[in-house]
């Protein structure tokens, strides 16, 4: 059975994340986990745990944060077709695709592709009445003061990839171009919900929560998807709406971004928000190095650990030295949570990932 030994610990998560957003000297990195269903099971066995016992793992990974998020109470939204699965709050379509290592739900059916003005007009958008707060107030008070908490995920606005899996990347991305007024109003319907909702939950769980979790995917593996320009005109005024949201209630955003990113991270800035998460190394201008020396000390860096490289194809020996090398550049600047650039996926041997956590607590802690 594999093991993780840790490291003295002299702060609570809640208190380690904090300091880490304010570039403050803490006993360790802040450590975050994700990974597809598949290798998650898989790595609990690896580690002892029961099947249903996710807090155990995240614990002994020395996980930092947990989420907390709102359960929809309302009506359901749209129709589940044969053989697929729709996201009730989204209206995204998904199969089931096998592969040598699992298997995984991917999009398909995009309802609005080549759709008419109409059909943006009544498709349907979750009321943020619809939603039990007091469960997440609950939940939040649950943990004590023991993790630091969150709210929001990678997909809110995420307007490039969210509306890309209801409309097709293809269709988006032309809407986005010609200012399409039909799908503009949906974005912006979609948008709206998704901010009422985090402020109604922010209020519910008031000084609890303790960053807002966004997201946008804005990069290829060698450059942008679409133009500052562009960036500036429709997008940059939803981002900072998040901000602001969360800057009201004086926690700071993170911002989840693939690909190559970094040309909007200025831009990120201005808004205010404080730190941006995936950071894929491979990927144009995202090296570690790179976002040290342009962004360190203003921007929080979420990720870094690569999961197309050594992580999924090398030895243990070559995760532990990716991860060395990527703790000792970017704890030079601090404001560093250690994480995987994306979910950890389903050919990772589990052996690696527990290389890749034991790295984080040999050498993640500041002298």
């Not at 986990?33 to 099947?51: F, Q, S, T």
């Not at 996201?87 to 089931?96: A, N, V």
């Not at 450059?223 to 500052?228: C, D, E, K, N, V």
Request: include cysteine.
């Amino acid at each position: 059975m594999y093991k993780i030994q840790k490291g003295k610990e002299s702060m609570t998560a809640k208190e380690r994340v904090k300091r880490t957003f304010q570039y403050e000297k803490t006993d360790r990195v802040t450590i975050g986990y994700d990974a597809n269903p598949a290798v998650h099971e898989r790595l609990k066995k690896a580690l002892g745990i029961d099947g249903c016992d996710d807090e155990t793992l995240l614990q002994i990974l020395g996980v930092d944060y947990r989420p907390i998020q709102a359960p929809y109470t309302g009506p359901e939204l749209f129709s589940v077709p044969a053989n697929r699965r729709v996201d009730q709050l989204e209206g995204s379509i998904m199969r089931w695709v096998e592969h040598d290592t699992g298997g995984y739900w991917d999009f398909c059916d995009f309802p609005l592709k080549d759709a008419c003005d109409e059909a943006f007009e009544n498709f349907p958008v979750p009321d943020p009445d619809c939603f039990d707060y007091e469960a997440a107030c609950e939940l939040a008070k649950s943990y004590g003061n023991q993790f630091a908490l969150f709210t929001g995920h990678a997909g809110m606005p995420d307007i490039i990839n969210s509306n890309g899996r209801i409309m097709g990347v293809e269709d988006i991305l032309c809407h986005l171009l010609d200012q399409d007024e039909a799908a503009m109003s949906l974005i912006r319907r979609r948008a709206d919900f998704q901010l009422k909702m985090l402020d109604r939950l922010l209020h519910a769980c008031k000084g609890q929560i303790d960053f807002l979790w966004m997201g946008e995917d804005l990069g290829t593996q060698i450059g942008p998807m679409i133009s500052l320009e562009l960036y500036r005109e429709v997008l940059k005024p939803i981002h900072r709406q998040f901000a602001d949201l969360a800057d009201s209630y004086h926690i700071p955003s993170l911002i989840h971004t693939c690909g190559s990113s970094s040309w909007v991270y200025e831009d990120f800035v201005e808004i205010g928000i404080k730190g941006v998460d995936t950071l894929q190394p491979e990927a144009v201008n995202m090296s570690p190095q790179y976002l040290k020396e342009h962004f360190g000390g203003r921007l929080n860096f979420r990720g870094c650990i690569s999961t197309a490289g050594p992580l999924a194809y090398g030895s243990c020996e070559d995760v532990t030295n990716v991860c060395k090398e990527t703790l000792d550049i970017m704890m030079g600047c601090r404001g560093y949570h250690f994480a995987p650039t994306h979910a950890i996926q389903d050919n990772t041997p589990v052996e690696n990932i527990i290389a890749m956590y034991q790295a984080a607590h040999d050498y993640g802690y500041y002298k």
